[in-house]
């Protein structure tokens, strides 16, 4: 508490009232700015003279999932590409699966220890050491060749490559982001949580920072020129727990840019134990406290409102941990009313309802955002699926309070998300429910499908 002009203000309460008004006119901003005047991606098939394409696996333990990714990304109809899989010291199958894949297309780097487990960023820089040195196919015209990172249970829908690589005829394209969708979200409701979370990143913030000049790179669909990371140094990717941001700063920051494809996505498994999620939350946390180190360079290498939105991007997780207690302690202070009402002391309360529509309104605008991703998903169920995302998002102040107490105790570990066994059927099927936009109706899309299942 402090004393203004004779009276007594709540300093904290201000501060939380505060950032959720900027947290709150932000996302109205950028759910403008998604709905207007967007780019057409329009797809096209292989030329000759098209880049060189080289999926890039970090791995570690992923005997479950490896060798369906693999039948994948050979089935994507684009004859000029490669497939790397780094086993970053894996104690499993993983090496003897990849090597039981019969194809010239697919390489293996296998790393040892004490060099390996160093981190997903270390496991793509080695990856990216091994394609200069010409192991994988001509690196002359580093130009043009395209890196794409893909995660070991990464579903890429077939015609991807067909959207982005004509994109990259534009010399200042640095890199691509795709979108991504939860394979398992049907099944699990955290699982539809997390979709919910990419769904709305992708459709809202990524789509509006398009607009702004801003848009990130994910670590899985993540497509970036070979010649782009080469003036990012010998080792392009950070070892910051989010490597994948760093990249995306520090290529904007080289004065490239990049761009969000939004018909075109990977899909991967989404994580169906709260424990797991809160450990991979909060080292996305502690990633993203670590890139605040970038914060200097953007205010200097950048202008106007590029400069302003990455600034606030790289900002957030602090209104994120603000806007949460404020949140909570709105709720609680409801429901203690609530409770009330049965013993006389209290009764209808304008407070009730300003708390609800600031706590849910905004979340059912994008609730209904994310029905339209979902085909037959009623606005109803849209409706109520806003109202648990609420509750959802509240989780990320546990993981924040996490990666703060990482950083306390100097822990930088690196924990390792879990994958759960696929057949190669659940897969496709899950995948091609995705395709009603124009790719079902696509008989190169349909064949390549096809062919992965055999």
């Given amino acids: ?98 090597r039981s894949v019969d194809s010239p297309q697919v390489h293996l780097l296998q790393r040892q220890l004490p060099n390996a487990r160093l981190g997903k960023g270390e496991a793509l820089n080695a990856a990216f050491s091994h394609i200069l040195d010409g192991n994988l196919c001509d690196v002359t015209d580093t130009d043009n060749v395209i890196v794409v990172v893909v995660d070991a249970d990464g579903r890429m829908e077939p015609e991807s490559l067909r959207y982005v690589v004509p994109a990259f005829e534009d010399p200042v394209l640095g890199g691509v982001q795709i979108g991504v969708r939860i394979n398992n979200r049907a099944d699990s409701l955290l699982a539809r949580m997390q979709d919910m979370e990419f769904v709305l990143y992708t459709e809202v913030y990524q789509r509006a920072r398009v607009r702004l000049r801003t848009p990130g790179l994910g670590g899985n669909g993540q497509f970036v020129r070979l010649s782009t990371l080469q003036t990012l140094g010998q080792k392009p990717w950070s070892q910051s727990l989010t490597e994948d941001l760093d990249l995306g700063v520090r290529t904007l920051i080289n004065g490239y ?14 994580l169906v134990s709260l424990q797991r999620w809160i450990r991979q939350r909060a080292r996305w946390f502690q990633g993203h406290l670590q890139s605040w180190s970038l914060v200097g360079d953007v205010l200097t290498s950048l202008k106007g409102i590029q400069r302003v939105d990455l600034f606030y991007h790289l900002t957030s997780p602090a209104l994120v941990i603000t806007g949460a207690f404020f949140t909570v302690a709105m709720l609680l202070t409801a429901l203690g009313q609530v409770l009330a009402i049965p013993t006389g002391h209290q009764g209808f309360h304008l407070y009730w309802l300003g708390a609800y529509l600031l706590a849910f309104i905004p979340m059912i605008i994008l609730g209904l955002i994310y029905s339209q991703s979902e085909p037959g998903m009623s606005p109803l169920r849209a409706a109520g699926l806003a109202h648990l995302y609420v509750a959802y998002s509240l989780l990320w102040s546990i993981a924040g309070g996490k990666a703060i107490i990482n950083i306390m105790l100097g822990r930088r570990g690196w924990a390792k998300t879990e994958r759960i066994q696929e057949s190669p059927s659940e897969v496709e099927s899950a995948i091609m429910a995705e395709l009603p936009r124009a790719s079902q109706n696509d008989s190169s899309v349909v064949d390549a499908c096809a062919i992965s299942e055999r």
């Fill in 1 to 98: 508490m402090i004393l203004i002009n004779g009276h007594v203000v709540d300093l904290i309460f201000v501060i939380a009232v505060l950032a959720i008004a900027v947290g709150l006119s932000y996302m109205f901003f950028m759910i403008w700015l998604s709905r207007t005047r967007q780019k057409v991606w329009k797809p096209r098939d292989y030329q000759p003279g098209d880049p060189s394409v080289i999926f890039v696996l970090p791995c570690l333990n992923e005997e479950a999932v490896i060798e369906a990714s693999l039948r994948r990304l050979l089935a994507m109809n684009y004859p000029d590409k490669h497939i790397l899989v780094i086993d970053d010291g894996s104690d499993d199958n993983t090496a003897g699966i990849v």
């Fill in 257 to 270: 840019r990049l761009d969000f494809c939004p018909q075109a996505a990977v899909h991967q498994q989404g």
